[in-house]
């Protein structure tokens, strides 16, 4: 795990400062070693800043130039099969090797095979710069889920890319010019996607993917070496029995977790309590000769702990498990931290534990495995069978009743439909419950005129309408799933999720905390052998009795009783809403101030003030759409 920044242009700089500069803006990423390689005849340059994991002598230092010296690269991320592609390449004769890294091995792979075909052999997580001095081009590329980042444009007469904008932002030719399209995609989505980037000219590039710049004609061509689209139902396993199925996927896993658990350097595991890090943990277990160290962050705040979930989980593995309430105080601490961290406007507010536990990790260990993607694979996520059952009924109801009755729901206010609902709760089971019930029913009543299922799903994920937030008009996309054809409505979502809301929103959350700690994550369910597995898997198998992950779930309980892990599900957030109606309040006021948002005028300051005082008073709930705009704010005041 590392990070590295460079830059092909037709003009001169000083090459050595400025890539020292441009690595020093991301040492975070890499802090036990850095280095530098220009051209000064190709007006090529690259910085790496070193995370030591594999091979922690000089041997596995970057920038990197091949046996034969006709290529340099510079790496982000892990390769978990390169000892399989070791041995394959020394049946072709290729030997000698200077050390054990995994960057070594794939660099001879392009010597040998080529880059797409290299590519294609890779199972991990990366993002990759290569230069071919012989043909004077240029190659990045970026893992098939999108796990480890890579932006790149052109700016002026500079191409440049790198892990983090904070290291294009040392370039005296980048500019701050603000991307109208990816500005309303973050406060529709709270993030913006892969393909743009919050400047205008710079990009993400998109997983799956790479791409070829040469100085000749200027031109970007990109390529697709794995499509997610194309893994769906491909290879149907549902011929197989319901069992073979679950040991395959036990198998699967079992594999992936004892590739991701190679390193030189400690190694331990998040754990929540919940299916997905259960599970991942308790083959760790299984594979290891002593205790696994995991971690979990919990809060006092009543309905955000689940600390104690996972120590119960712990005390059944027999891990080395480590917890750590955090108070109001501390998490809040983070806030003024999280501008620098992730670099873009993000505003899924788990960044702040998911910093906090990561920060608690590195002091014991180097390397953490994380449970996440669960949701997206195998249909976690609540709101999959909520936009489907919704539209059931919806779609027989006349559209001018549902109007009305749209009418009637938010004229009740966030705190009296908690109040009703907490009457109800007295008679009703506790795993029947819902959190945030008012504001689930003002949620509810604002899709009640929606006219396709396409639409209904906007509205259980948008936050902002951004015709409302902005001054500026922004493209205003709908993903129309109903363009997807031959798989269910359910899998549509779920397909559009993987491509979307999980590398741009879920892994950049969870790489940018981690590596702001200098700290290196792995994914084991990212494995591509698992996304094309579940891809794969019918529906049943995934959802049953009103409940997802079906099959991941009778993976854990044959290492985990089910009475430990059967809850409703909590997810890994924050008490926002009471925190900006009390010790937050201040700072959100003065963060929105008059002043601050005139510096900019891309925001309707009237909409803005209206919701903060309606969510101060108790009388609505707008966490989400408050949190978008102080973490716009925030980046804004940093940065310009």
């Not at 007469?157 to 995609?185: D, N, V, W, Y």
């Not at 308790?282 to 006092?300: D, H, R, Y």
Request: a neutral charge.
């Amino acid at each position: 795990m590392c990070g590295f920044s460079g830059y092909l242009s037709t003009k001169q700089f000083e090459h050595q400062g400025l890539l020292n500069k441009m690595g020093l803006a991301i040492e975070h990423r890499g802090p036990d070693a850095s280095g530098i390689w220009f051209d000064v005849t190709d007006g090529i340059g690259f910085c790496h800043r070193r995370l030591s994991i594999i091979d922690l002598s000089e041997a596995g230092s970057q920038p990197m130039l091949s046996y034969t010296g006709r290529y340099v690269i510079v790496f982000n991320g892990e390769v978990y099969n390169f000892l399989d592609i070791k041995k394959e390449l020394e049946i072709t004769g290729r030997g000698n090797w200077r050390g054990h890294s995994d960057t070594e091995i794939i660099l001879a792979g392009f010597e040998v095979w080529g880059f797409e075909e290299t590519l294609k052999r890779m199972l991990g997580m990366f993002a990759i710069a290569l230069w071919d001095r012989e043909n004077k081009e240029l190659f990045l590329a970026r893992d098939r889920m999108g796990e480890k980042p890579l932006y790149y444009g052109w700016q002026g007469q500079t191409f440049m890319f790198g892990s983090e904008l904070k290291a294009l932002r040392q370039h005296p030719e980048f500019r701050k010019e603000i991307c109208m399209e990816a500005l309303g995609q973050f406060f529709k989505y709270g993030c913006t996607t892969s393909g743009i980037s919050i400047y205008k000219g710079i990009k993400k590039l998109k997983p799956g993917t790479f791409c070829k710049i040469s100085l000749s004609d200027k031109d970007v061509k990109h390529f697709t070496y794995w499509d997610l689209d194309k893994c769906i139902h491909t290879n149907q396993p549902e011929n197989n029995s319901i069992v073979e199925n679950i040991n395959q996927l036990e198998y699967l896993l079992t594999d992936a977790v004892s590739k991701q658990m190679i390193a030189d350097v400690p190694l331990g595991a998040f754990l929540s309590g919940g299916v997905d890090s259960s599970v991942i943990v308790a083959l760790m277990q299984k594979k290891s000769n002593k205790a696994i160290k995991t971690f979990s962050v919990g809060f006092n705040e009543k309905g955000f702990d689940e600390a104690v979930y996972a120590k119960e989980v712990a005390r059944h593995l027999g891990t080395d498990h480590t917890e750590m309430y955090v108070s109001a105080e501390e998490a809040q601490s983070v806030i003024p931290l999280l501008a620098g961290i992730y670099d873009e406007p993000f505003a899924d507010s788990s960044q702040i534990p998911t910093y906090l536990v990561s920060k608690f990790a590195k002091t014991k260990v180097t390397v953490a495995l994380s449970g996440d993607a669960g949701d997206e694979l195998f249909a976690g996520y609540g709101k999959y069978l909520s936009v489907n059952n919704t539209w059931r009924v919806l779609s027989k109801v006349p559209k001018g009743f549902r109007k009305e009755f749209g009418k009637f729901l938010v004229s009740k206010s966030v705190s009296k439909w908690d109040s009703f609902y907490m009457g109800i709760g007295a008679v009703m089971p506790a795993k029947y419950m819902l959190t945030d019930f008012g504001t689930k029913m003002h949620k509810f009543a604002s899709m009640l005129n929606v006219s396709s299922q396409s639409e209904l799903h906007e509205g259980f994920t948008a936050h902002w309408d951004i015709n409302e937030i902005l001054t500026t008009p922004a493209i205003n996309n709908i993903y129309n799933l109903e363009e997807l054809k031959n798989i269910s409505f359910i899998e549509k979502m779920m397909l559009l999720d993987a491509k979307t809301y999980l590398p741009d929103d879920i892994l950049v959350k969870v790489d940018r905390a981690a590596m702001a700690n200098s700290l290196e994550t792995r994914i084991p369910l990212l494995d591509h052998r698992i996304v094309e597995f579940a891809l794969n898997l019918p529906l049943n198998l995934k959802i049953r009795e009103g409940k997802g992950k079906w099959i991941l779930r009778e993976v854990l309980y044959r290492h985990v009783p089910k009475a430990l892990i059967e809850r409703p599900k909590m997810g890994f957030c924050i008490p926002l809403d009471i925190w900006l109606r009390g010790p937050l309040k201040e700072w959100a006021t003065d963060i929105l101030s008059p002043a601050n948002l005139d510096k900019h005028g891309f925001l309707n300051k009237q909409i803005i003030y209206q919701r903060l005082e309606e969510h101060i008073s108790g009388r609505k709930n707008w966490q989400n759409e408050l949190w978008d705009v102080l973490m716009f704010q925030s980046w804004y005041d940093k940065y310009h």
